[in-house]
């Protein structure tokens, strides 16, 4: 797979320099996700700076799952990031858990606790959170801090054989109280949970924190740059203490670099499993949510991705990127790739009284005008076809191009057509047009006795496939920070619009996740999930054009 070793970045100098001052020989990372939900776009960026950072320079990635909160994992996350992963592009050299480490964690644990850096407290978590102080006051001691070591290894010990109830005891660091890091201040580093866990079961009642686990599984599996987003410099002071006090033979170090931000989403697992849990999406993979499985279900590529992450590039600070540049890679990758072909998906029946009834003729079309190569395909042309409802007004505004009474257009592929009657409905709806056609105009045969103004598109009545096309707005109408509002009030209730339409007859033997773009209105995808022998189902990837325009560099 490319990986782009022509744009430099801060972490990749670092590991540059590193390398030449011989600090290490070998570059090994790591992506670690908590298998607490599905990854989404954010992770993609971490995805392909560990991977393809390791892969430039010839290192090993490997691929481990935080899972020390049995409570919030679940198999299913495993899953899915795996698929993710691979989907991704990426090959990760060593699956890991941070469960295959707990017996020398805990090992670990009680050398802290030999060491006098660690005790047993009972304080309860409101308590602790009192006692913690604040950013311009120390906090205060607890008064188990002072417990033997002998008394401290005793609990432990039974905090692990499970004599006590969550959240009666936990194992803190002894650190420093009056630290101006507020995570030096004694953090917990272990926890009861009577919980089953979905890798080692029953085994294990207590769990270390994050803070504690995530330094000793990079050490121990030899890790040299441990990178993450900058929600972590805080902690990297503990990171450090950790590997230092516990005695690890290894000494990564972390570095932190922006996480990603887009417009018009959310970021957090947390906010995206409330969405899910609420019914406001249909599941983690629905086509407008930010995870890789929903972008991937949409027909998104792991392509225009990859070009995505490496566009914005990696910085020192936080940013919120334009959801539009995605959309610009999308429709970069896909422009050259994908078939053209029509679909009408608001359909307005035509009669062209003046075609011979019965008659089929089979038209030439090309498959994609941008890239010659793809060829041409065949679509059928008869008295009856669809257009789209908007391409007929009847009393049109000035400069609208389309059928209006006495107007003539170009068919696409095809033939200029002249609106001279239209049939309403008991409603007033417009339900049919009656069109005749000029035999001398059909496309490709160098008719220029006159011009029209109006191309439209259009499906052959009596051979066209039913078909359901899923159109999508932003999920998220504006996302700020806003603590007295729930970002649930911004969901946008329009984010999903579904119509019922007609495709080319050659589309009926369509495959989960084929693309196409449709003449004007936009790229769209077979979705995997829904479509069936008996239902085309099709997702709107994004429209065909934008006023983003890609900055300068």
Same mark, same amino acid.
């Given at each position: 797979?490319?990986?782009?070793?022509?744009?430099?970045?801060?972490?990749?100098?670092?590991?540059?320099?590193?390398?030449?001052?011989?600090?290490?020989?070998?570059?090994?990372?790591?992506?670690?996700?908590?298998?607490?939900?599905?990854?989404?776009?954010?992770?993609?960026?971490?995805?392909?700076?560990?991977?393809?950072?390791?892969?430039?320079?010839?290192?090993?990635?490997?691929?481990?799952?935080?899972?020390?909160?049995?409570?919030?994992?679940?198999?299913?996350?495993?899953?899915?990031?795996?698929?993710?992963?691979?989907?991704?592009?990426?090959?990760?050299?060593?699956?890991?858990?941070?469960?295959?480490?707990?017996?020398?964690?805990?090992?670990?644990?009680?050398?802290?606790?030999?060491?006098?850096?660690?005790?047993?407290?009972?304080?309860?978590?409101?308590?602790?959170?009192?006692?913690?102080?604040?950013?311009?006051?120390?906090?205060?001691?607890?008064?188990?801090?002072?417990?033997?070591?002998?008394?401290?290894?005793?609990?432990?010990?039974?905090?692990?054989?499970?004599?006590?109830?969550?959240?009666?005891?936990?194992?803190?660091?002894?650190?420093?109280?009056?630290?101006?890091?507020?995570?030096?201040?004694?953090?917990?580093?272990?926890?009861?949970?009577?919980?089953?866990?979905?890798?080692?079961?029953?085994?294990?009642?207590?769990?270390?924190?994050?803070?504690?686990?995530?330094?000793?599984?990079?050490?121990?599996?030899?890790?040299?740059?441990?990178?993450?987003?900058?929600?972590?410099?805080?902690?990297?002071?503990?990171? #450090?203490?950790? %590997?230092?006090?516990?005695?690890? +033979?290894?000494?990564? !170090? &972390?570095?932190? =670099?922006? $996480?990603?931000?887009?417009?018009?989403?959310?970021?957090?697992?947390?906010?995206?499993?409330?969405?899910?849990?609420?019914?406001?999406?249909?599941?983690?993979?629905?086509?407008?949510?930010?995870?890789?499985?929903?972008?991937?279900?949409?027909?998104?590529?792991?392509?225009?991705?990859?070009?995505?992450?490496?566009?914005?590039?990696?910085?020192?600070?936080?940013?919120?990127?334009?959801?539009?540049?995605?959309?610009?890679?999308?429709?970069?990758?896909?422009?050259?790739?994908?078939?053209?072909?029509?679909?009408?998906?608001?359909?307005?029946?035509?009669?062209?009284?003046?075609?011979?009834?019965?008659?089929?003729?089979?038209? #030439?079309?090309? %498959?994609?005008?941008?890239?010659? +190569?793809?060829?041409? !395909? &065949?679509?059928? =042309?008869? $008295?009856?076809?669809?257009?789209?409802?908007?391409?007929?007004?009847?009393?049109?505004?000035?400069?609208?191009?389309?059928?209006?009474?006495?107007?003539?257009?170009?068919?696409?592929?095809?033939?200029?057509?002249?609106?001279?009657?239209?049939?309403?409905?008991?409603?007033?709806?417009?339900?049919?047009?009656?069109?005749?056609?000029?035999?001398?105009?059909?496309?490709?045969?160098?008719?220029?006795?006159?011009?029209?103004?109006?191309?439209?598109?259009?499906?052959?009545?009596?051979?066209?496939?039913?078909?359901?096309?899923?159109?999508?707005?932003?999920?998220?109408?504006?996302?700020?920070?806003?603590?007295?509002?729930?970002?649930?009030?911004?969901?946008?209730?329009?984010?999903? +619009?579904?119509?019922?339409?007609?495709?080319?007859?050659?589309?009926?033997?369509?495959?989960?996740?084929?693309?196409?773009?449709?003449?004007?209105?936009?790229?769209?995808?077979?979705?995997?999930?829904?479509?069936?022998?008996?239902?085309?189902?099709?997702?709107?990837?994004?429209?065909?054009?934008?006023?983003?325009?890609?900055?300068?560099?």
């Amino acid at each position: 797979m490319e990986t782009n070793p022509g744009t430099s970045n801060f972490i990749k100098n670092i590991v540059t320099d590193d390398l030449q001052s011989g600090k290490v020989d070998t570059v090994v990372t790591r992506f670690p996700p908590e298998p607490n939900g599905y990854l989404h776009i954010g992770h993609a960026k971490s995805i392909c700076l560990n991977f393809e950072l390791a892969d430039e320079f010839k290192g090993k990635t490997n691929l481990r799952f935080d899972d020390t909160n049995p409570l919030k994992e679940d198999v299913e996350y495993v899953e899915s990031i795996k698929e993710d992963v691979k989907w991704l592009g990426f090959e990760w050299d060593g699956m890991f858990f941070a469960s295959d480490y707990f017996e020398e964690m805990y090992n670990r644990a009680v050398l802290l606790i030999k060491k006098g850096k660690a005790y047993v407290c009972e304080l309860m978590p409101e308590q602790m959170r009192e006692m913690r102080g604040t950013l311009t006051e120390s906090g205060k001691e607890s008064p188990y801090r002072n417990r033997t070591v002998e008394e401290n290894l005793d609990l432990f010990e039974r905090m692990r054989k499970g004599e006590f109830k969550d959240g009666e005891k936990v194992l803190r660091a002894k650190i420093d109280m009056s630290s101006p890091n507020m995570n030096m201040r004694d953090p917990v580093l272990y926890r009861i949970s009577h919980a089953e866990h979905h890798n080692t079961g029953d085994k294990w009642c207590i769990y270390p924190m994050y803070d504690f686990a995530h330094p000793l599984e990079d050490a121990i599996e030899g890790v040299t740059h441990s990178i993450c987003t900058l929600e972590f410099e805080d902690h990297r002071p503990l990171y #450090d203490w950790v %590997i230092e006090e516990c005695e690890m +033979e290894a000494r990564p !170090r &972390q570095y932190e =670099f922006a $996480r990603l931000n887009v417009t018009n989403t959310v970021m957090s697992k947390r906010k995206l499993k409330l969405l899910v849990d609420e019914k406001h999406v249909d599941g983690w993979d629905d086509p407008r949510m930010p995870t890789i499985s929903g972008l991937r279900r949409r027909g998104y590529t792991p392509e225009a991705i990859r070009t995505f992450c490496r566009e914005i590039g990696v910085a020192r600070s936080n940013s919120t990127v334009d959801e539009k540049l995605l959309e610009h890679f999308i429709r970069e990758d896909l422009k050259l790739k994908v078939p053209r072909t029509m679909g009408v998906l608001r359909p307005l029946k035509v009669v062209i009284t003046n075609y011979p009834e019965g008659q089929v003729e089979m038209l #030439d079309a090309e %498959i994609n005008p941008e890239n010659p +190569e793809m060829g041409i !395909r &065949q679509i059928p =042309f008869s $008295r009856e076809i669809y257009v789209e409802q908007d391409d007929f007004m009847e009393v049109p505004p000035s400069k609208y191009h389309r059928l209006f009474p006495g107007n003539e257009v170009r068919l696409k592929h095809a033939y200029f057509i002249k609106c001279n009657d239209f049939v309403k409905d008991e409603n007033g709806n417009v339900v049919e047009l009656h069109c005749t056609y000029d035999p001398e105009t059909k496309s490709g045969s160098d008719f220029n006795a006159r011009k029209v103004k109006g191309t439209i598109h259009w499906v052959e009545a009596t051979q066209a496939v039913p078909a359901e096309f899923r159109l999508y707005e932003p999920l998220i109408l504006d996302e700020q920070e806003d603590e007295e509002k729930s970002f649930l009030e911004n969901v946008n209730p329009n984010s999903l +619009e579904v119509v019922q339409g007609f495709v080319e007859p050659n589309m009926k033997d369509v495959k989960a996740h084929d693309k196409f773009q449709f003449f004007r209105h936009g790229y769209f995808n077979v979705d995997p999930k829904d479509t069936t022998a008996d239902e085309l189902v099709f997702n709107l990837i994004v429209s065909l054009k934008s006023s983003f325009k890609l900055p300068k560099k």
